[in-house]
């Protein structure tokens, strides 16, 4: 019980105490209306658009690619022929 009556005696001490007043609200807007780096980086941007036209390249390539199997069958037998 021995540390329960020092916690008491600090919090009493601190109590005590007046309450310091500060004010940073001026600050906290300022870092939130100016920030040093942009939100969006240019190599974000450029990587998002690599992204998409890669995707876009291979959504192309997959629906240009011929779906009967007599026609590929006949393009392998014409590559064979050639």
């Not at 105490?17 to 906290?28: G, K, N, R």
């Not at 890669?54 to 393009?75: A, K, N």
Request: glycine content about 2%; overall charge negative.
């Amino acid at each position: 019980m021995k540390e329960l009556k020092v916690i008491e005696n600090l919090a009493a001490l601190a109590r005590k105490e007046p309450i310091p007043a500060v004010d940073v609200t001026h600050q906290v807007m300022q870092k939130l209306i100016f920030r040093s780096e942009p939100a969006v980086s240019f190599w974000w941007l450029a990587a998002a658009g690599l992204a998409t036209v890669s995707t876009f390249i291979i959504f192309v390539q997959v629906y240009l690619v011929s779906q009967d199997p007599l026609v590929e069958f006949l393009e392998s037998i014409r590559s064979v022929l050639l």
